[in-house]
């Protein structure tokens, strides 16, 4: 008989995942405590910007004329328990206020609503990111919590989706990591996983700790060498030297790789900055926190690169924001997503608002979440309304409808011509030859 899957979590991750199964062919029931996003999920609509998720929703949810009918919601967890061979736990673990360790109250709440309606053998997986060592808890807890006893089985399989492309990741993922405590958990993410493993993806199977260590390594490691490559702008930056031949340079060695060697103004988002701070936290608790010291200095020089961008902003007009119009084309912590979490776009022009600068913001998708962050910026409804009067604009997310821009078109509205490019991203030759005055972070004035 076919497996039946239940998502618990309906968010980012859960609402992907979910329609994802069903475009495996699964009967799929999605889960969540929040009413308003079962209806708007249950409409075939997604409360986030996510490049092709609107379209393979309502490719399956029940009641949308043409569907497969394959996906449902509901916000019953009896329903669920009653439903599902296997449960995916995807939940929000954000960090903890004031601290930086990562808040498990979401995990935790959704195992203890689940473990009581687990009456028949199953497995839940957990896909949330949470701290080394919350598997084998978690196992416990439903071990003495679910009617099923022993056979509520719980396997950990880390996500690693990319905001742009998750659908893409989780439909033909690069891997998928299994961690399992039995031959019988091992074989049921074989057979949900069955149409990418058929297709070559690769299948790791560990223990618990190690798959939840792969997220962090993995989003670790990324943080590293996106800091890495803004330390050596800083480097660039002392010695007028070029950062982004240099990252040219480098890249094309094998070992080292041409990814994630972009120089900006450094990452953001609801991952890579609170999972490095989640791990360094969770070390400390487990006696090695000097293996990942080095992470604090990767969280340092990341957050700097803000702080380095208002500076080349306020002393390319001058010294002092007071009287000055900015235009910021970004809102959005990185392109193809409209999520402004820990957005450097967002906190640059904040920072440069709170210093007595107007600025004026334009993105192409997250508008409406960076109005509700910060509604006291301006907003436009183009790049080239928020340009209109600046006397400097700056380039803070790469959306390819930047790159794109007309610098004549550009400069025929603007008060003078002049473009920081904060991710490294637009031709200079190009905008000079426009009569622009272009800098970018680690490379030469000219």
Known sequence: MALKITVIGTGYLGATHAAAMAELGFEVLGL??????IEMLAAGRVPMYEPGLEELLQRHVAGIPGSTGRLRFTTSWEEVGEFGDVHFVCVNTPQK???YACDMSYVDAAFASLAPQLR????????STVPVGSATRLAALLAERAPAGADAELAWNPEFLREGFAVQDT???DRIVAGVGSDRAEKLLREVYATPLGEGTPFVVTDYPTAELVKTAANSF?????????AMAEVCEAADGDVVKLAEAIGHDDRIGRKFLRAGIGFGGGCLPKDIRAFMARAGELGVDQALTFLREVDSINMRRRGQMVELAREAVGGSFLGTTVAVLGATFKPDSDDVRDSPALNVAGQIHLQGGQVTVYDPKGMDNARAVFPTLAYAPSALEAARGAQVVLH????????????????????????LDGRNALDPSRWREAGWDFRALGRPTA
Request: charged content about 30%; aromatic content about 6%; some cysteine.
């Open 32 to 37: 969540d405590v929040v009413p308003e996003k």
């Open 97 to 99: 206020h004031g601290e």
């Open 120 to 127: 028949r053998p199953c497995l839940v997986v957990g896909k």
């Open 222 to 230: 990324l943080a590293t060498k996106i800091s890495f490559i803004n």
């Open 171 to 173: 439909l033909r993922p």
């Open 396 to 419: 803070l997310t790469e959306w390819g409808e930047f790159r794109e821009l007309d610098p004549e078109a550009l400069g025929a509205v603007v008060a003078e011509r002049r473009i």
